[in-house]
């Protein structure tokens, strides 16, 4: 069992920036951000694969934020600058124990094996 520990969480204005970081107790091979905001759905973020480093951004954060992850330390950064309110979510890091290429499969959320806890962003305008 991994467990995700997420942090960097936090308020700013809009326009501003933060960085999450997300730790794995082992390895795995996709890592990924969603986020939900209040009375909505969990909607996919962000992911990287831990071999190839391929990435997949949703459209609404595309050109804004950076993912990156640190292999040797099974660790994941969010660098979000430009922040919107409309950003303003809970955010959750997730894992897959098993690789995928598929955009499809990779930004559904049921096809994640651990969840962190989730850390609050709140942009204000």
């Known amino acids: 069992q991994v467990q995700l520990v997420e942090s960097g969480g936090g308020l700013v204005q809009a326009g501003g920036s933060l960085r999450l970081s997300c730790a794995a107790s082992?390895?795995?091979?996709?890592m990924a951000w969603f986020r939900q905001a209040p009375g909505k759905e969990r909607q996919f973020v962000v992911s990287?694969?831990?071999?190839?480093?391929?990435?997949y951004y949703a459209d609404s954060v595309k050109g804004r934020w950076t993912i990156s992850r640190n292999n040797a330390e099974n660790t994941m950064y969010l660098q979000m600058n430009s922040l919107k309110p409309e950003d303003t979510a809970v955010y959750y890091c997730?894992?897959?124990?098993?690789?995928?290429?598929?955009?499809?499969?990779?930004?559904?959320?049921?096809?994640?094996?651990?969840w962190g806890q989730g850390t609050q962003v709140t942009v204000s305008s």
């Open positions: 990287i694969s831990q071999s190839t480093r391929t990435t």
């Open positions: 082992g390895r795995t091979f996709i």
């Open positions: 997730a894992a897959r124990a098993a690789y995928s290429s598929s955009y499809t499969f990779i930004t559904n959320r049921a096809n994640y094996d651990y």
